[in-house]
């Protein structure tokens, strides 16, 4: 689907464009935006891709990982039903996912990198996304997070009363489309021009193919190789070091000392009159719910780059080997991206230069007032899918015109905050694992976004008044 959808806008882009008299902005749009995605997107992602595939490393090396995803296994057996549920994949996207949540795109992104990785291991289809892929990437278009931080600081720098009024909405919103995402993905898995062939591995005699002798993910992980890696370079999940040790009743004080030490700092961040201390400015404008969502956002991250790597020390992982070994990855996948995000971001911003999002805008126009779509929100609804950055513009344009404490700039805010740049995470994901047949993702990402673009007019609607 990919394919028509990066054909389409490419050719739409010189037509419109040629129509409109905007084929030099059209061209030098594509060259801008080939330029951006190597050296403002592709090459920052280096370091941070390898910071977290470092901690990555060691949380995997100490047994976290497995830990959690053994914490919840029920939930995520459900949702990944063909990931076996000790395998590392489990454990990955689970932190991704709590990233997201957090609000750590920084963080969120390596994870996500690395989650699709240790699905790929288990694919049988090289090049092909598997059910688990496109679930996972349905969950990450759906926008999951608590706090919608850029939202809020926009609507703080434009002098809303309320900044943090839309935050029960967002989350009301996401938690629609990422209901409505998973949804669709399990439904088109079963539509016949959406499954896997079956895969018959050498020896297997034909008395035993069938869904009952079916190879296992692990089976299949030595034999099959990666579309990313090459055959040469396929290896095993990443498990617990040999190495490992249990914690000693003096590391379990340490571990006990340094929790309280961040709690001390929670506390001082979101309940400071509990500690005779005096409430900041910023922290009086903000609700509790809010304060409390926004101190473990800002203790997260220091707390993960300390904390996994102190209880792998204290079990005996060579931390500081581990971490290297687990950093080096970060510059092959950044690297392996590259084309990806060429292609996809070349054919948006030819398309947004050449008008194709306001001629659209327009074309829909009296549809959408027809069904009671407001539709100042259509040209930030259609971009929403293409263009982060394009995306914020727009959305900060609706705040100035409308007013911070509009109907049409809190459902705005809403939207920003429930959906996510579906095509940017596609080309991504996907690019860093080598898939080219995306199957049903990108019709389950796009559901996602339209469902938390209903979900969240009809409750700002019903929030904050017609």
């Not at 088109?188 to 020896?203: W, Y």
């Not at 070994?325 to 911003?349: N, S, T």
Request: hydrophobic share 50%; net charge positive.
């Amino acid at each position: 689907m990919l394919n028509y959808i990066w054909l389409g806008l490419v050719v739409l882009a010189v037509v419109i464009g040629g129509a409109e008299g905007r084929l030099k902005e059209v061209g030098d749009k594509a060259f801008e935006m080939a330029e951006f995605s190597v050296l403002k997107t592709a090459f920052p992602l280096i370091g941070i891709m390898a910071l977290w595939l470092g901690i990555m490393r060691l949380a995997e090396r100490a047994g976290l990982v497995a830990l959690l995803a053994r914490t919840l296994r029920p939930i995520m057996c459900r949702l990944f039903p063909d990931v076996p549920p000790e395998h590392p994949a489990m454990g990955s996207m689970l932190m991704n996912i709590a990233a997201n949540m957090l609000g750590l795109g920084n963080a969120a992104t390596p994870l996500g990198l690395r989650a699709m990785k240790d699905l790929e291991a288990l694919n049988r289809h090289p090049g092909t996304a598997t059910n688990a892929m496109c679930t996972f990437l349905a969950i990450n278009t759906s926008g999951i997070q608590l706090i919608p931080v850029t939202a809020i600081a926009i609507f703080a720098a434009n002098k809303s009363t309320n900044p943090s009024a839309i935050v029960g909405t967002a989350i009301m919103a996401t938690a629609c489309a990422a209901t409505g995402a998973v949804i669709m993905a399990k439904l088109l898995a079963r539509l016949p021009m959406f499954r896997l062939p079956e895969v018959e591995l050498a020896g297997e005699s034909g008395a035993s193919r069938g869904n009952e002798a079916q190879p296992s993910p692990k089976t299949n992980q030595s034999r099959l190789p990666s579309a990313a890696t090459g055959p040469s370079d396929d290896k095993p999940a990443v498990k617990e070091a040999a190495t490992i040790q249990p914690l000693q009743w003096w590391g379990l004080i340490i571990l006990a000392a340094y929790l309280g030490f961040f709690v001390w700092l929670f506390l001082r961040f979101a309940f400071p009159t509990l500690l005779s201390l005096p409430l900041s400015d910023e922290a009086a404008k903000q609700t509790l719910f809010v304060r409390i969502v926004d101190s473990v956002s800002k203790l997260s991250i220091p707390f993960l780059l300390s904390m996994f790597p102190l209880y792998a020390g204290l079990r005996r992982v060579k931390v500081y080997e581990e971490f290297v070994d687990g950093a080096k990855e970060g510059f092959d996948v950044a690297i392996r991206i590259v084309p990806y995000l060429v292609a996809m971001l070349v054919a948006i911003g030819m398309f947004r230069a050449a008008g194709g999002i306001d001629m659209v805008s327009h074309a829909l126009a009296p549809v959408m007032n027809a069904v009671g779509f407001p539709p100042d929100l259509l040209p930030m609804c259609l971009m929403r899918p293409l263009s982060g950055s394009g995306t914020l513009g727009m959305f900060t344009e609706l705040v100035q015109n409308f007013g911070a404490d509009s109907l049409t700039a809190r459902t705005a805010g809403t939207i920003f905050g429930s959906t996510e740049t579906t095509f940017y995470v596609l080309a991504v994901y996907f690019g860093s694992v080598g898939i080219k047949r995306t199957r049903y993702a990108v019709v389950a990402g796009l559901t996602a976004d339209a469902v938390g673009v209903v979900a969240s007019i009809i409750i700002c609607r019903l929030v904050f008044g017609a």
